[in-house]
């Protein structure tokens, strides 16, 4: 028998903990479940607050303030430190969707829903609808995008695979993200590829061997790293093999990046989470934006086109709250797709232009090469959703006259950290390729060029367009 299970250490023993203990982790779903229904449905049939309600004697605030103040953005923070035990210990949409295959129908998985490119899909469209309906302000918004997600989950759960989580592993919105940002953890579930064949011979001679539902569907003898792991802790120990360990949380990202990157991970960093991401964030207070709309706006007047201007879209198409002085025009809304696409075309190639800039410096312009390297800015991608996900935190608190003279401080450092981080793992990954001094600074070159990039579009958010 392996060390792993003779003597284990505080972190495998707490891998072991969760395995023995699956039935609590289960009812903790549960819990959540049901704390996820309250928060989405509930403050939907209600009125919209008004000018007096406050976070704490208002369901709707609260509900709005523990989704998008503390609940999305201490998710991502969570991937970063604890791997995706979001996923396999917390996640509501989880839970119903293996509860669900386990009462369903059991179909295979059908070839378009193995697509590569849909964690990169999914979450543009999910981002950018969002922004369509003001998924962060209103309450029907928050039934409609999150809750729609969840009876997605479940009607792929009752249609596909037996006790799997074939949502989260294919088309859930955030898989992609999540994947990315558990990457950098300082641990992970490791696989002792000599204890695996070792239990074999012993199953030879009697042993036997109890099967693991992996229900995320991961290949267990197989598995690398945390990107794909639920962190659920039911393989803890199997076939004496499998246990929780430290790593470096630069070790996936180095060892494994040539590996495991693709075009569509490179795609969701540079397009997404640098692109769309950040064009949604920005809009609200892009000075951009609201010229861009006086001009569109002025030309419609101009040549007797209105019907532009109307603001008759349904509240599910575009926002639409007359009550609350905030409707959408057919020109807003469309200004706000619109927005959001260029943002991230503009970003995202200058982006890409960038990295293939310091590929070259490496030897031989080469696409392999080039994602892994594009991997370097996961610190800094998830940082800026953080970020952006953390001003309609300070928004509503704010709103409470809560002193926030320290928010300019934290953000710099967060930046600060996560361009340090980034520009750290850049080097480790051009280790691989060269181990020229010459040929590794000048694709560091390149690479700080595109962290500028970035902070570029933080800088003009939080400071460029805030001080006109």
């Known amino acids: 028998m392996s060390t792993v299970m003779t003597r284990p250490g505080r972190l495998a023993a707490a891998g072991q903990w969760m395995q023995r203990h ?34 704490w004697n208002n369901l709707t605030l609260a509900a709005q303030f523990v989704f998008w103040g503390i609940w999305w953005p201490f998710v991502l923070l969570s991937m970063v430190m604890l791997g995706r035990v979001w996923c396999g210990v917390l996640c509501p949409e989880g839970a119903l969707a293996e509860f669900a295959s386990k009462h369903g129908r059991g179909k295979a998985i059908p070839h378009w829903m193995r697509w590569g490119g849909w964690p990169f899909v999914a979450f543009g469209i999910t981002t950018i609808y969002g922004q369509m309906v003001s998924v962060y302000q209103y309450p029907k ?76 569907l991961v290949p267990l003898r197989n598995m690398k790293g945390a990107s794909d792991c639920h962190m659920c802790g039911r393989c803890s120990g199997h076939r004496d093999a499998i246990a929780l360990t430290w790593r470096a949380p630069s070790s996936e990202v180095v060892e494994l990046g040539d590996k495991h990157a693709s075009a569509w991970d490179t795609a969701l960093i540079l397009y ?11 809009w609200t207070a892009s000075r951009w934006f609201i010229d861009l709309k006086m001009f569109f706006a002025t030309w419609l007047v101009d040549h007797d086109i209105t019907w532009p201007l109307q603001t008759n879209a349904p509240w599910f198409l575009f926002t639409h709250y007359p009550e609350q002085n905030d409707v959408f025009s057919w020109l807003d809304g469309t200004m706000v797709i619109g927005y959001i696409l260029a943002t991230a075309l ?36 998830g940082a ?70 970035v902070d570029s579009a933080w800088w003009l958010m939080f400071w460029g367009w805030a001080s006109k």
């Open 141 to 216: 918004a928050v039934l409609l995008v999150l809750g729609g997600s969840t009876v997605a989950a479940i009607v792929i759960g009752l249609l596909y695979g037996r006790e799997k989580r074939v949502w989260c592993k294919y088309l859930c919105p955030v898989n992609g993200v999540f994947s990315l940002l558990a990457r950098l953890a300082p641990f992970h579930y490791k696989v002792d590829e000599d204890a695996w064949r070792r239990s074999y011979k012993n199953g030879e001679h009697g042993h036997r061997v109890i099967p693991i539902n992996c229900a995320p």
């Open 384 to 453: 800026g959703v953080f970020l952006g996900l953390s001003a309609t935190t300070l928004s509503l608190l704010r709103a409470e006259h809560v002193p926030l003279w320290w928010a300019s401080d934290v953000r710099i450092g967060i930046l600060a950290i996560a361009n340090l981080w980034s520009a750290w793992l850049l080097w480790l990954v051009t280790r691989r390729y060269s181990q020229r001094f010459v040929r590794r600074g000048l694709a560091m070159l390149w690479f700080a060029a595109a962290l500028a990039v």
């Open 272 to 282: 997404g989470l640098l692109g769309i991401a950040i064009g949604a964030f920005h």
């Open 346 to 381: 503009v970003y995202g190639t200058a982006l890409l232009l960038l990295l293939m800039g310091a590929t070259r410096m490496l030897g031989r312009l080469s696409s392999v090469r080039l994602h892994h390297l594009t991997q370097a800015l996961i610190p800094l991608a």
């Open 22 to 55: 699956g039935s609590v982790i289960r009812g903790i779903q549960w819990v959540v479940v049901a704390v996820y229904a309250l928060l989405i449905i509930v403050p939907a049939v209600m009125p919209l607050p008004d000018d007096s309600a406050h976070l």
